[in-house]
């Protein structure tokens, strides 16, 4: 997970790929707003949320978690980022739910109906 530049492009794009192949982007963040220049960070806001900030600030993306309660974001072994209430396994947001191009195994496609969420 990090920080990549696909091709000769200057926009930076945060991301989850396989060490195998940088080439293999299984999730991006920021797919429709890039980071313009070499800053950037992902922060925990208050609400819960992944946030991605550009140099000065402002937000380029977010997920769509929300808890009153900590929280803590953890990249698993299977390449899912996750967000989850600090101490529970339930999870309020996850990257396998926003794939790219590229399926990796434990993926699903579909629709979740206890959120409603479509992949």
């Known amino acids: 997970m990090g920080f990549f530049s696909p091709g000769a492009s200057t926009k930076r794009y945060l991301g989850i790929w396989f060490s195998v192949s ?8 920021n797919r429709d707003r890039p980071v313009n220049d070499k ?3 992902l922060v925990v806001s208050d609400t819960g949320r992944l946030v991605l900030l ?3 600030g402002q937000a380029t993306w977010s997920s769509n978690s929300i808890s009153t309660s900590p929280v803590e974001a ?3 072994n299977s390449g899912n980022l996750v967000v989850r209430n600090r101490g529970s396994m ?3 947001w996850q990257s396998f739910y ?3 191009n590229a399926l990796v195994a434990g993926m699903k496609m579909g629709k979740d109906f206890w959120n409603g969420a479509e992949w």
Not at 22 to 29: C, L, M, R
């Open 22 to 29: 940088t080439e293999a982007v299984s999730w991006v963040a």
């Open 90 to 92: 339930t999870i309020l």
């Open 54 to 56: 550009d140099g000065s």
């Open 39 to 41: 800053s950037g960070a």
């Open 74 to 76: 953890q990249l698993l």
């Open 98 to 100: 926003y794939p790219s």
